[in-house]
């Protein structure tokens, strides 16, 4: 066998070998990176949630932990600071949408949204929240807000 033949020979197993698991590696290092960068985004809108409900705490005046509301009538100014912390939720659940949710969605990302999912589920079941859910709405993403609104409509069908 001559050099030129065996050269040849190489640059068939090259072929046959070495380049398919080449892209069979790309592949899959592109999908680890894709992994790895919705899990940091997962990581950041968890984080800016825990920031959420620090500011929750912060306003403990407000209720805003118990499921049915503040028990007593607000002040004006109290009244104010609660739809401006709505606000802010409505802003980090149109993020979270936007960022996370897919129509079809594979099991990694699914369980990353269910817990998005559950959080709304949980505000749209306060009556106040839900009042003021109109007017937080406006001007947000048209999906998002489809999206949202039949969770209120799921939620208030619930036993």
């Known amino acids: 066998m001559s050099l030129h033949e065996i050269l040849e020979m190489l640059s068939y197993i090259v072929t046959i070998v070495a380049l398919p698991l080449a892209i069979f590696t790309f592949v899959l290092e592109q999908r680890k990176e894709r992994q790895n960068e919705e899990e940091e985004i997962y990581q950041r809108l968890s984080d800016e949630y825990r920031e959420f409900l620090k500011l929750v705490l912060d306003n ?14 607000l002040t004006g100014e109290q009244q104010e600071r609660r739809q401006a912390i709505f606000g802010i939720l409505i802003s980090l659940f149109e993020r979270a949408y936007l960022l996370v949710y897919e129509p079809k969605m594979d099991k990694q990302t699914r369980r990353m949204w269910q817990s998005w999912e559950d959080y709304m589920r949980e505000w749209v079941r306060r009556t106040d929240f839900r009042d003021a859910l109109p007017m937080l709405l406006e001007g947000e993403d048209e999906e998002f807000t489809h999206y949202i609104s039949e969770l209120v409509s799921e939620e208030e069908k619930a036993p």
Do not use: T
């Open 60 to 73: 403990a005046d407000l209720h805003l932990l118990r499921r049915e509301g503040s028990r007593e009538e």
